[in-house]
């Protein structure tokens, strides 16, 4: 038996590649999500900090979870960002190749962008513990450049979710996404989902079982 549910290490064409069991249930994320004391960001946006690229809080966070099948605290979180890019919040600044942000911006924008990963990982398990796809799969690469959140195959028919919560800064992020990207050549879902339809646990909003029920819904819709 192997260590850490590691089930397989590969290396091919200078590649590295990682398998891990990842088998949670949704029941234990929910009651990771339950302890959970979130707390939204006050004040103002950073401005300096705000709207700049800066290396993705996506990657630190499901590295976290592949880590330890735990999702990680706002703190944890935000200190392994820290230290991945090098910074130092102590000073109020933090260089990132050698160009200076913001730290109280930065650590504002991992705050608002911490539920939503929280959100995004836990309807993946409950589409899954569903039973009523025959895939469902979740690539962060996929997620970050192409703006798909998760891919299902339902009815032996493979669609692209776009997943947001229906508020103006979603719509506009999700107005920005579309230009960028060219979806013509997949079936992409756009799963709308009004946030007075959220379930909280904890601190935390989340899907529910009727948005499964919508996104078969929409999937029926556009056979």
């Known amino acids: 038996m192997f260590l850490r549910k590691i089930e397989d290490i590969r290396i091919s064409n200078k590649r590295i590649s990682v398998t891990r069991e990842a088998n949670i249930s949704v029941a234990e994320i929910e009651r990771q999500i339950e302890q959970i004391d979130y707390q939204p960001a006050t004040g103002e946006k950073g401005d300096r900090s705000e709207n700049v690229k800066v290396p993705p809080f996506i990657q630190v966070f499901y ?16 200190s392994t960002y820290l230290k991945w890019v090098g910074g130092d919040d102590e000073k109020g600044e933090i260089i990132i190749e050698g160009k200076s942000y913001e730290a109280a911006g930065l650590k504002k924008r991992l705050n608002r962008t911490y539920p939503s990963l929280i959100r995004d990982l836990h309807f993946l398990y ?4 569903s039973q009523k796809f025959e895939y469902v799969d979740y690539s962060m690469l996929r997620d970050y450049y ?11 028919k493979e669609a692209f979710i776009s997943l947001f919560i229906d508020t103006s800064r979603a719509r506009y992020f999700k107005e920005k996404k579309t230009r960028r990207h ?19 646990l904890g601190s935390i909003y989340v899907l529910n079982e009727q948005h499964i029920e919508l996104l078969e819904n929409l999937l029926n819709e556009t056979k």
């Not at 192409?146 to 032996?156: A, E, I, R, S, W």
């Not at 060219?182 to 909280?200: G, P, Q, T």
């Open 182 to 200: 060219d979806y013509s050549m997949i079936h992409e879902i756009e799963l709308n989902v009004a946030f007075r339809s959220l379930s909280k």
């Open 146 to 156: 192409n703006g798909l959140d998760l891919k299902v195959t339902y009815n032996n």
């Open 63 to 78: 590295y976290l979870f592949f880590a330890n099948l735990k999702i990680p605290t706002e703190g944890i979180f935000w």
């Open 126 to 129: 409950l589409l899954d513990s």
